[in-house]
Structure formats: structure tokens, C-alpha cells
């Protein structure tokens, strides 16, 4: 098991552990988990066909795989990752806990006891559960191993895919794969992009810092090794969560000092997004009329999300992290292995900079989705809003159908496109935070899963149908009764 600072000091029961999984195992079987497979075969010149393709093994991809199969229907997971690196958990992410409350059940599809508490409680105890905060990192990454496990979700390692293009003739989709063994190609009747927050595109990075060398700056969403800034001076743009975990990162490395650039004149103080997180809102959202969507979303961004109190004070404790508010950069000046910054509080000098500025949807750094990418709906070819409603992140956001397919700009240009689904962050706007978060990750999965049942169904109906007709196992054999005789022939 991984651990990190916030994880808790205590040997975990093997035992227990044990335990949990025999009565994971009995509750999945009393519910017919995973159900009989109900898809036709299928081949296509000789070669065999997936029914469904996942990208991504972190927890989007893992809670559709397991939906899809208490649906009946198998899936493979393909992740670029080394196996217990999917995600951002044991790379890229930096806080030392999640920023969810720990009784979130996250993706565990209802089943009390696949949920994280149950996993620890398992291992540490009840009383080490109501101690915890919040869920240290890398122990939710611990956790979702475990997942993967428990729900024999088959996930391929250390395969990238680099090429994702529908066939409309045969009415399927095909991967093109860098695999350790070499490139390959795999048939699949519908594909799940399940790739997280930057799913579309990847960072949003400011045109100011193409000042400089790339050696001199990094997105916080960058694979680094921080222990290369001790002793430097470096700046943070932003003040978000990332931005605090990077900040937090550099400092406990040693930086000389850290300077977070916060173009607000304040932190925000609530988490809308937070507030808005109901049932109903969970399961409406797709039904909401589109002025309606788009005025939830676009609130909640203007808003913000303030950083967790924990990641703040974790920057705060430390007397050489200085807080600059109204503090946008105007330029930057590179000067030799160091950089001039100018704001409107002044000027810094940095010899590193660290940009938290988010992700945006960007197809053309993704070239695996160039077959793709020109003929996607968006919202901006959907909806207009209101003078001063505008928002380039909703307006990027892909128009996505009831199941979270793709639907095409443009009627017939892409046929096939439509058996691609997008259940990563970009959906958002479509059918809220139901693909990515914990909070509702499971009640996204379920919707994809059962959506994309029927879709099946409906495609194969002749199959089933026939199916129907050459069903004749027999419930009753003739010899149950005997038939009665005539009333007048009765004594």
C-alpha cells in the first residue's frame, strides 16, 4: 500500500480486508453482478469486436466499466498509465488529501460495501474512520486499485491510444494503439472517453509566459520533480486548489521563496458548486432547458471555487509564501536563468514560474482525435447567451445526447461519430458533474451504462427478436393437470 504524509499510522488488517471482499463477493452475486452477457459476438473481417472501449483507468473509467457489466456488457479499459498510476492520484496531483468529504461514496454503484469507508474500516477501524478528516491521496489511489480488483475490471497498462476513428460502414469504432509490444489496432461497436478533466484538450496556459524557455516554467498539472525548485525563487499564477498544492509542493521543497499572482482582489469564500449539489440537480440537469444549464454552469465559474481551507493554511504556515491580490501579469521579461515579472502591485523576480491557470477543451492538441474533432457539436453551435453570459469554457463544451454520445455539427458528415461517448469533465455543461467528480460520479456511470443498454438493443433488434422466436425452454410439460370431463359426464 502507498502512503504520504496524511495518511494515517496504522497496519492495516489483512483480515478484515478479507472479510470485506467475501461479502462484496456474496452481495454481488445475490444481485447477478456482473449479469449474463446479452450482446451477439461479433467479428468483422476475421477480426473480434470489443462491445465497448474505455479510455482511461482512473475512476471515471472504472465505475463505467463496472456499471456497463452489471448491465451485461463487457468493456476493456485501455490506459497510457503503469498499472496503480491512472489518474492524476500518484502523478500530478499534489494536495495531500482529497478536497471531497470523506462520506462521498464516489464509484461505488451503491454497494455499501465497495465504498472507500468500507475499504478502510476494513483495514484500519471505526475509530481511525471518525479520526480522518479528509481521504489522504494516494490512499484513494490505493482504494481505486482495489476497485479495479474486487470488480475484475479488465484494464489494459501502458497502452496509448493514438488514433480514434468510426467506421460507418461495418457501424463500428477503430482504436489505434501504442502498446509495449508495438502498435495495434482493436474494433470496437462504441467507445467511452473517460479522460478526466483535461478529457478534451489539456492545460489552458497563458500567452505571457511564451516569454520564456520551457525549462523556466511549468502548468501545475505538469509531471515535475518539485525538489529541483529549493532554494529558487518561484511564482504562482492563480489560487485555486492546484495552485495551493503547487505552491505548498515548492515550499516544503525548499523554495527560496513563493509569490502566488492572484488576479482577484479576494478569495473567494463558498463553493457554489458545492451548494448546488442535490438529487435533483444530479438527475435533472440533462432536462433542464438550455438557458437554464448554461446559467447554472456559467454562475458557478464566475464564482470560482475557492481552495480548500487545509490547502490554504498549508501554503500560509510558511513565512516565505507571500499572497499578491489585483496582482494580473502584464508581461514578462526572461533574464538570463531568471525572469522579471510586471504586475500592477510591481515588479518580481522569479527564476521559476508555475502557471495554475486550468484546462480548456483544445482538440488540436489531441491528435488522436483529428478523425473526429471537426465535426463535433458544440454549445456555441447551439446556443447564444445573453450579452454578458459569455463563457468560452461552456461555449467549447461538447452538445452531447441523452447516453453522453457525440452528436455531428453537421447532419451525415461523420457517420459513426455518434457511438463515441464523452464521460470526462466536458460534459459537464450537457449532464452536470455526473462524469469525473466523486460526488456523483456513480449516478453518471449508471446513466451511461443504462443508456447505452438500450442503444444496443435498439441497434440489434432483429437479433433479439429472433432470439425471441427460437426461445423453447418449456415451463409447463402437459402433465401438470388433468383435463376435466364434460359437466354432464361427471357422477
Request: with cysteine.
Amino acid at each position: 500500500m502507498t502512503t504520504d504524509s496524511a495518511s494515517p499510522a496504522l497496519s492495516p488488517s489483512t483480515d478484515g480486508l478479507a472479510a470485506l471482499e467475501q461479502r462484496l463477493a456474496k452481495d454481488l452475486e445475490c444481485l447477478g453482478w456482473p449479469a449474463r452477457a446479452w450482446l451477439p459476438v461479433c467479428e468483422h473481417a476475421g477480426e473480434p469486436v470489443l462491445d465497448v472501449a474505455i479510455i482511461g483507468g482512473g475512476q471515471a473509467g472504472l465505475a463505467a466499466a463496472a456499471a456497463l457489466a452489471q448491465q451485461g456488457i463487457r468493456a476493456v479499459v485501455f490506459d497510457r498509465s503503469p498499472a496503480g498510476n491512472e489518474g492524476p492520484w500518484a502523478t500530478t496531483a499534489r494536495m495531500e488529501t482529497l478536497r471531497s468529504p470523506k462520506e462521498l461514496t464516489g464509484p461505488a454503484l451503491g454497494l455499501p460495501a465497495l465504498t472507500f469507508r468500507a475499504w478502510f474500516e476494513a483495514q484500519f477501524g471505526a475509530e481511525a474512520w471518525e479520526a480522518m478528516d479528509k481521504i489522504p491521496r494516494l490512499q484513494w489511489m490505493d482504494y481505486l486499485s482495489w476497485y479495479r480488483r474486487v470488480m475484475n475490471v479488465d484494464v489494459r497498462n501502458d497502452t496509448l491510444v493514438t488514433g480514434i476513428r468510426p467506421l460507418p460502414d461495418a457501424a463500428l469504432v477503430r482504436l489505434d494503439l501504442r502498446t509495449p509490444a508495438g502498435t495495434q489496432r482493436v474494433l470496437a461497436r462504441r467507445v467511452v472517453l473517460a479522460t478526466g478533466r483535461d478529457g478534451l484538450g489539456g492545460p489552458a496556459v497563458p500567452v505571457f509566459v511564451n516569454a520564456l524557455p520551457r525549462s523556466q516554467w511549468a502548468h501545475s498539472s505538469d509531471a515535475m520533480d518539485y525538489g529541483k525548485l529549493a532554494g529558487l525563487r518561484v511564482g504562482v499564477i492563480g489560487a485555486g486548489s492546484s495552485a495551493m498544492d503547487s505552491a505548498a509542493t515548492a515550499l516544503e521543497c525548499g523554495a527560496h521563496s513563493v509569490e502566488l499572482l492572484i488576479r482577484r482582489p479576494d478569495l473567494p469564500r463558498v463553493n457554489k458548486g458545492k451548494g448546488a449539489g442535490v438529487p435533483g440537480l444530479t438527475q435533472g440537469h440533462y432536462d433542464l432547458p438550455d438557458e437554464l444549464k448554461w446559467r447554472i454552469r456559467h454562475y458557478i465559474n464566475v464564482a470560482n471555487v475557492p481552495p480548500p481551507h487545509g490547502s490554504t493554511l498549508r501554503v500560509s504556515g510558511f513565512p516565505n509564501a507571500f499572497f499578491n491580490f489585483g496582482c494580473p501579469v502584464l508581461s514578462i521579461e526572461p533574464q538570463g536563468t531568471s525572469m522579471r515579472v510586471a504586475t500592477p502591485k510591481g515588479e518580481f523576480l522569479f527564476d521559476f514560474l508555475i502557471v495554475s491557470t486550468g484546462f480548456k477543451v483544445d482538440w488540436n492538441s489531441r491528435p488522436e482525435f483529428d478523425a473526429i474533432a471537426p465535426h463535433v457539436r458544440t454549445w456555441k453551435d447551439r446556443f447564444v447567451p445573453a450579452p454578458g453570459d459569455e463563457d468560452q469554457e461552456l461555449a467549447d463544451s461538447p452538445d452531447l445526447g441523452p447516453a453522453f454520445e457525440f452528436q455531428p455539427r453537421v447532419a451525415g458528415e461523420c457517420p459513426g461519430l455518434e457511438r463515441i461517448h464523452c464521460f470526462c469533465y466536458p460534459a459537464a455543461l450537457s449532464h452536470g458533474t455526473v462524469s469525473g467528480d466523486i460526488p456523483a460520479i456513480s449516478e453518471g456511470a449508471r446513466r451511461l451504462a443504462s443508456g447505452m443498454a438500450s442503444l444496443f438493443y435498439r441497434e440489434d433488434f432483429e437479433h433479439h427478436f429472433a432470439n425471441l422466436e427460437a426461445y423453447s425452454e418449456p415451463e409447463l410439460f402437459g402433465d401438470e393437470w388433468v383435463p376435466a370431463p364434460p359437466p354432464a359426464e361427471r357422477t
